[in-house]
């Protein structure tokens, strides 16, 4: 396990420090000059807030493989008379989706009717901010304003942006010369977000849930990834020095993925989608508050990852992993979490999944444990390496 770790997840914290470095300086032109070609948008239009915020696993020292991926949300803002008021879309859609009401600071008057036309839909009778229409007008703003971007940069990198139907836009950057030294060509996911205060935001969900059912333009979900930045900040300083839960995570994400090799469709993807690095997250923060953080020193690295697989073997069975920030009482209160977060309906992250489909995965995982040392040894030639579409 350590050597599989050494050898093919450990990310050189060199090349991603570069990585990163060279991503930031590029989304922050693009925004800058998406936010200056909005600069008068008017009363009844959206536009970009001027900053970015950076999130997931590249940023949270668990990325795998080659830091050639990245999550960035783009923060957006209404016109100023309107605020939004979200709310959990009970029966609506999937669950833990989340509706965006607008209210009016001096009502609803004849100037809102422009705003809702671009960006609303009806729903219940009332006007709701359509996430759908949202990501439409976020493409092609930035798309507009690349030009600007791609003559500012073209020394150091080639740039372009691509976008599948209701999927974020992708910035894609090709360096071109000695400024990152790696000459990793990156994939930058640009979200874009409303921000609801006390860093918390809504992203447009997916167009398709795990059925396949297309989820409805109304519908939002909502991103916490500022706290779990914040609780991932507070365990390190409360575990021991050489803590290995983030160590254990990335193995069993790459255990996971080397597990697809074997699966044939449809299991394949069901099984990428059950054990999405989402709902491994989830399960090691879980399983880091059940016991004394002094168990998760290095040495006992093989311990702690059958625990965690263990734990997740039983979640699966119950068929119950509870979002962990979502109506979430028992979270440390050195993490300070916004009342919104505390006060909602808490979210079962397996409740989209049948019985079956999650017994099977249980045993597949047991299996993948069992057999490790030989998943490793048969599927960790280079071909075998091949990027693998995310869920």
Known sequence: LER????????????????????????????????????????????LRGDFVRIGSAYEQHKVRSPDCFDILVPLRLPPHLEPQPRCADGLGPCGAFVCGLRARDGWTRRCRPFAEGFCVELQGRSHLSSGL??????????????AVRYRLQERCRVSLSACPGQPPTLHILPCSDYVCCHISMAVRLIPAIPLGDALYLTALPPEGPHGSLAPEALWGLNASRQEQRLLGWLKEQAPAASCHLKCLQILKGLRDLRRHGLEEPFCSQWGRVLSSYVLKTALFSLLLQGPLEAWDEQFLVERLEDLVLYLR?????????????????????????RFLKEATPVNLLSAFDGPTLDLVAFQLISTWIQAPHIIRMYSSPRYWRPVPAP
């Open 314 to 338: 039983d979640c699966l069975r119950k068929q119950v992993l509870m979002d962990f920030f979502l109506g979430n009482t028992s979270i440390p209160e050195a993490v300070a979490l916004p």
């Open 134 to 147: 949202v990501l439409r007008w976020f493409q092609g703003h930035l798309q507009r304003c690349l030009g």
């Open 4 to 47: 599989f770790h050494e050898r093919q997840l450990r990310v050189s914290p060199h090349v991603l420090g570069h990585s990163k470095a060279h991503v930031g300086r590029v989304v922050a032109e693009l925004v800058r000059a998406a936010k200056a070609q909005g600069l008068q948008p008017g009363p009844l239009a959206l536009s």
